[in-house]
């Protein structure tokens, strides 16, 4: 990971020792993709892709491999040239992001030698993704940690997490904090609809495994689409 991706503070205050770590990633598509909507799980959620589409929106798809609508994975090329966008809709279930990350890389490497392209008169619909969480672990709290120096106590722990993934491109912002304090001191045409489960895998070209991955069951983090024009 670049260091000028990942930013690490240390402050001290009202006797508690704070250790921050940021990191933020954003990716912009040079062709802006088409707005639409899309049905999943039987709600109407707002979505981007295109169909009848123009030749710039077409030279950012890549299909990876596609069995049949409802198994199938894409890559999404962005502005950034480092970094790998994926988004794989899988037919089976399988138990952890691991395991989904090694049976799309078996599909994709499986189907290289066969390639199929994206055409103008095919379909892409993926929903507008956009989630902001923290979740502390408080089961955490009030553990003791030993240094040399000074016992250390474990105030809290805090994780949080925010993404947003639209016709424009992707953003992943991503920190965590950790504080402590011492005993001692102060310190058809074919259809890419994501329509049912997917994943998305955001992935640096140099590494064997995506720094980012999320599997999207419902529509919690959607726009869900309301009647009238979309705003």
Excluded at 74 to 82: A, C, M, R
Excluded at 151 to 169: M, P, R, S, W
Excluded at 195 to 211: A, Q
């Amino acid at each position: 990971m670049p260091d000028n991706e990942l930013e690490n503070s240390i402050s001290i205050k009202k006797g508690i020792v704070q250790f921050t770590s940021k990191y933020e990633k954003s990716f912009s598509f040079k062709h802006e993709f088409d707005k639409n909507e899309l049905t999943f799980k039987n709600h109407k959620v707002k979505s981007f892709g295109c169909s009848s589409c123009k030749s710039e929106l077409i030279n950012q798809i890549e299909v990876l491999h596609y069995t049949d609508k409802n198994d199938f994975s894409i890559q999404l090329f962005s502005e950034n040239t480092e970094d790998e966008i994926f988004l794989f809709k899988p037919k089976k279930k399988a138990n952890s992001l691991k395991e989904y990350f090694t049976i799309f890389n078996q599909k994709r490497k499986k189907n290289s030698t066969q390639k199929i392209y994206f055409s103008e008169n095919d379909v892409l619909k993926i929903p507008i993704i956009k989630f902001n969480l923290e979740q502390s672990f408080e089961e955490l709290s009030s553990t003791k940690l030993l240094s040399k120096k000074d016992t250390l106590n474990l105030d809290y722990i805090k994780h949080h997490v925010a993404f947003l993934l639209d016709e424009k491109g992707a953003k992943i912002k991503s920190e965590s904090s950790i504080g402590m304090k011492t005993e001692e001191r102060e310190f058809q045409p074919k259809e890419f609809l994501f329509d049912k489960p997917f994943l998305i895998f955001f992935k640096n070209k140099n590494n064997e495994f995506p720094y980012f991955a999320v599997k999207i069951d419902n529509t919690e983090f959607m726009d869900l689409k309301t009647s009238g024009l979309n705003k």
